[in-house]
């Protein structure tokens, strides 16, 4: 069974950087496209961005370009997210999924498996 496991988040000022981790265990890393969501109080939760096996992201959401990046280790069986610039807006649970193929998607319901969350948030 496939579990992945969030870490990295926590209170950071404005303006800091924050580097989100996506442990994953149960299968073969490397045949799933990953993606991170995130989701504000009280609001919906959103698509950050994407990457497919070979390392190639989908852009970020606009909101976040130019101040999210979204990577992975293969063989560290790992997805990351670097926050840099962050705001209060961003305060949000921040969550990693799989989808057991080689295409990204920007759509929840695509992703097969996720994660419990890790809390960001930014205060001063």
């Known amino acids: 069974q496939v579990k992945l496991v969030e870490s990295g988040g926590g209170l950071v000022q404005p303006g800091g950087s924050l580097t989100l981790s996506c442990g994953y265990s149960?299968?073969?890393?490397?045949?799933?496209?990953m993606a991170w969501f995130r989701q504000a109080p009280g609001k919906e939760r959103e698509f950050v961005g994407s990457?497919?096996?070979?390392?190639?992201?989908?852009p970020v959401a606009d909101s976040m370009k130019g101040r999210f990046t979204i990577s992975r280790d293969n063989a560290k069986k790992t997805l990351y997210l670097q926050m840099n610039g962050l705001k209060p807006e961003d305060t949000a649970v921040y969550y990693c999924?799989?989808?057991?193929?080689?295409?990204?998607?920007?759509?929840?319901?695509?992703?097969?498996?996720w994660g419990q969350g890790t809390q960001v948030t930014v205060s001063a």
């Open positions: 149960g299968g073969t890393f490397s045949n799933y496209a």
């Open positions: 990457i497919v096996r070979t390392g190639i992201s989908t």
């Open positions: 999924a799989a989808r057991n193929t080689f295409f990204y998607s920007g759509t929840q319901k695509d992703y097969d498996y």
